[in-house]
């Protein structure tokens, strides 16, 4: 299995918007769920979870997020989006796409990084 690759990191000044992208390697058919965590500065061991979303499109969000990032994906391009808006020096990180296969297995990419700062 190929890693999944994401796309759409930067830097950008609070109050801005990035949009993520991370396309699988695999069929959709076999995907169960995909979603995004994050690591931030001075937190190697802490992953948190920001957003996922199941392949009957339940979604669920981290509570410091809610209202701000939208997750979506497209089932043809095997495709998950991470849209965050009105971002804040606190949602700087590394954004890890993480794909959960339906055979118990779990792909995640190598990461992207987000900056918020002024």
């Known amino acids: 299995q190929v890693q999944p690759v994401e796309s759409g990191g930067g830097s950008v000044q609070p109050g801005g918007s990035l949009r993520l992208s991370c396309a699988a390697s695999?069929?959709?058919?076999?995907?169960?769920?995909m979603g995004w965590y994050r690591q931030a500065p001075g937190k190697q061991h802490e992953r948190e979870l920001v957003?996922?979303?199941?392949?009957?499109?339940?979604?669920n969000y981290a509570d410091s997020v809610k209202g701000r990032f939208t997750i979506s994906r497209d089932n043809a391009k095997s495709t998950v989006y991470l849209q965050m808006n009105d971002l804040k020096p606190e949602d700087t990180a590394v954004y890890y796409c993480?794909?959960?296969?339906?055979?118990?297995?779990?792909?995640r990419g190598q990461g992207t990084q987000v900056t918020v700062s002024s």
């Open positions: 993480n794909v959960e296969l339906r055979a118990g297995t779990t792909m």
């Open positions: 957003a996922r979303i199941t392949n009957s499109g339940d979604t």
């Open positions: 695999v069929s959709m058919f076999i995907i169960y769920a």
